[in-house]
């Protein structure tokens, strides 16, 4: 009996590890590809999202130009799309989805 409570408890923990893990590690790592997808079916409205491409909205500067303003990380990214801008609608986004174009949008970065 004290085995069996001690074993589900030891389980109830590396259950909660688990769940507690995976959304940490992906909104540490976002994925560069999937953000590029997500990238041009939603931001390509405005910006210009493939390297060199302009944007369609002249006020919205394009991902690469971003990518090389100075001081460039993840860090800033993400504090940019989580306030509001001005010109551009609070497009609502995963954390997950917000790391992976986080990180295609680095992955622009020329050096
Ligand atoms: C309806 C047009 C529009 C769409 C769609 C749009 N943006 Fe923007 N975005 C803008 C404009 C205009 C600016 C520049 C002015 C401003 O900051 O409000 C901007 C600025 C930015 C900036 C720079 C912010 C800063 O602080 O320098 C980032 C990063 C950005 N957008 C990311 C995205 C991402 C990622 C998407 C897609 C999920 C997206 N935008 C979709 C119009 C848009």
Redesign the pocket.
């Known amino acids: 009996m004290q085995d069996m409570i001690r074993n589900s408890i030891a389980l109830l923990i590396a259950g909660a590890a688990a769940l507690f893990a995976g959304p940490v590690q992906a909104q540490e790592l976002g994925d560069a590809s999937r953000g590029s997808a997500l ?1 041009l079916h ?2 390509i ?3 210009g999202v493939r390297k060199g491409e302009t944007s369609v ?1 002249p ?3 394009p991902f690469f130009a ?1 990518a090389e303003s100075r001081g460039m990380s993840a860090m800033a ?1 993400n504090v ?2 989580l306030s509001p ?5 609070n ?1 609502m ?1 995963e954390p997950n989805e917000r790391a992976d ?1 986080i990180a295609y949008i680095l992955s622009l970065k020329s050096k």
């Open positions: 990238a939603t931001c409205a405005c910006h909205n006020l919205a500067p971003i990214l940019a799309l801008h001005r010109a551009m609608p497009i986004m174009i």
